[in-house]
């Protein structure tokens, strides 16, 4: 279990205006994603270091974005000024996310431009919409295919502010070790920084190292 990336609803003026300035202040390449046509909603991507990447995504005009779960989030966060969505753990074994969460992974496939498919099976959007604060959990079919390897990852996660409790989050995951024990393979570790919620709880913001240096989104 790892964090895989991060998702950011697009802004009043649209996916393409919301990559561009959020690939300008992180001095990163974007690129086209392409079609999600099971959750009716479009995307961009920026590839950060460490197998991870920051998913641009906004709802397209179609029946999906109202029935499916994604595509639902996703417009409704538009429809509210866009921004952070939220954070996406990748798990080598769904089975075991699915007896967490207790219901099965739905798949998910995206198109790219130059026509190649991507796939993946994808779960807990609906724990995301009813407490923001906890990820979803995303399995990738051909991690040849993912995502951070589009573009040099020049800029890599660091923190991410939630407003939350880090103990639910850690329900939510299923972790029953102490805080920090916690871990596997994968460095360098993201640091976490949780705050009381006022109001509803989820990802406040998220904090990157550039070629300018450190931002915060």
Do not use: C
Request: glycine content about 12%.
């Amino acid at each position: 279990m790892r964090i895989d990336h991060v998702v950011y609803a697009a802004e009043p003026d649209g996916l393409v205006a919301t990559s561009k300035r959020l690939g300008e202040k992180l001095a990163a390449d974007v690129v086209d994603g392409g079609i999600h046509p099971r959750f009716g909603t479009r995307n961009a991507l920026i590839p950060l270091a460490n197998h991870r990447f920051l998913e641009i995504v906004e709802p397209l005009d179609h029946p999906a974005s109202d029935k499916a779960p994604f595509g639902q989030a996703v417009k409704a966060r538009t429809e509210n000024g866009g921004g952070w969505l939220g954070w996406v753990v990748e798990v080598k074994d769904i089975a075991g996310a699915e007896r967490l969460v207790g219901r099965q992974a739905v798949p998910g496939n995206r198109h790219r431009p130059d026509g190649v498919e991507i796939t993946w099976k994808q779960l807990g959007v609906k724990g995301l919409m009813s407490d923001p604060q906890v990820p979803f959990f995303i399995h990738w079919d051909d991690d040849a295919q993912h995502p951070s390897h589009d573009a040099a990852g020049g800029v890599a996660l660091e923190k991410l502010q939630i407003a939350g409790s880090p103990d639910r989050v850690r329900e939510w995951l299923g972790l029953t070790g102490e805080p920090g024990v916690d871990r596997d393979e994968w460095e360098p570790e993201v640091e976490f920084d949780f705050m009381a919620p006022h109001g509803t709880p989820g990802l406040l913001s998220v904090t990157f190292s550039t070629p300018n240096g450190t931002v915060t989104v």
